[in-house]
């Protein structure tokens, strides 16, 4: 799910509704330590994507998942390939 959150000053606000709502997601193509990747396509336009699902940090103290920082970081050097 999309989440609303507080933002850096470059990133977008997160939105709340479903991923579903938007996207058809396929089969995985690659998974790492805390990401999936997998096929989408996009309901509207039928354009195929490839989307990484990156599994969010739930607290400071935890050391499962990614932190808020780490996924602004991600989505920095996605946004650039």
Do not use: H, W
């Amino acid at each position: 799910m999309f989440q609303a959150s507080m933002r850096s000053p470059n990133m977008e606000p997160f939105k709340q509704q479903k991923v579903e709502d938007f996207y058809d997601i396929g089969e995985e193509l690659g998974s790492g330590q805390f990401a999936i990747v997998k096929k989408c396509r996009e309901k509207s336009t039928g354009l195929e994507y490839a989307a990484k699902f990156i599994k969010k940090r739930q607290s400071r103290a935890s050391r499962r998942g990614v932190s808020r920082e780490e996924i602004e970081r991600e989505v920095s050097i996605l946004r650039q390939v």
